[in-house]
């Protein structure tokens, strides 16, 4: 991705054209660099574009695809895993849980100064037992495993807070809902 040692630019970021230019690639009548759909300017309603811009085309290269962003590899290479949730959907990380919590414990705790907060975060955090963030890492399997038998919304919250006993909704829980339903 960087002009090599015996080029005139060497070291320098390779842009665009160069690199599809190299792999054969850029389109003989040219493209533009970025399209309206790609900047984010417009609703990004056709996903299926493969030829919009330059910029896509080089998004969907089989070795750009497959390489790690830096912040995937630095926590790989710190031995954790990395693993990403879906958008919008905290109910499915316990973190938040376990955040919100800790929010609202230093809330109550704190007296509203800086110098308190730099205190109290790092206090209440480290206080929050165990068992508690257990809880909340169940709470939000049980939503993975509403989702996964194909509840949504409300129907989801629904099932979740009927079934507190375990990770898992019961096997037969569509049929359950459709009784409901039909009820
Ligand atoms: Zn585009």
Redesign the pocket.
Same mark, same amino acid.
């Given at each position: 991705m960087v002009f090599p040692d015996n080029h005139k630019l060497k070291g320098k970021p390779k842009g665009i054209k160069q690199v599809l230019t190299e792999c054969n690639i850029w389109p003989e009548k040219g493209i533009r660099l970025? &399209?309206e759909? &790609?900047s984010g300017k417009q609703d990004d309603i056709v996903s299926e !574009?493969l030829d &919009? &811009?330059a !910029? !896509?085309i080089m998004s969907l290269q089989p070795d750009f695809c497959e390489q790690r962003s830096i912040l995937k590899e630095a926590i790989i290479k710190a031995g954790h895993i990395f693993e990403r949730y879906p958008k919008f959907h905290c109910e499915c990380n316990f973190i938040e849980r376990y955040w919100g919590f800790a929010k609202r414990e230093t809330r109550r705790l704190c007296n509203y100064n800086y110098n308190d907060l730099l205190l109290k975060v790092p206090e209440v955090l480290i206080s929050v037992p165990v068992t508690t963030i257990h809880k909340f890492a169940c709470k939000s399997w049980r939503y993975m495993d509403a989702y996964n038998k194909g509840l949504e919304g409300r129907t989801a919250e629904w099932a979740v807070s009927k079934y507190k006993s375990h990770h898992r909704l019961p096997d037969n829980i569509e049929r359950i809902m459709d009784d409901l339903d039909n009820t």
């Open positions: 970025m &399209c759909q &790609c !574009r &919009c &811009c !910029r !896509r």
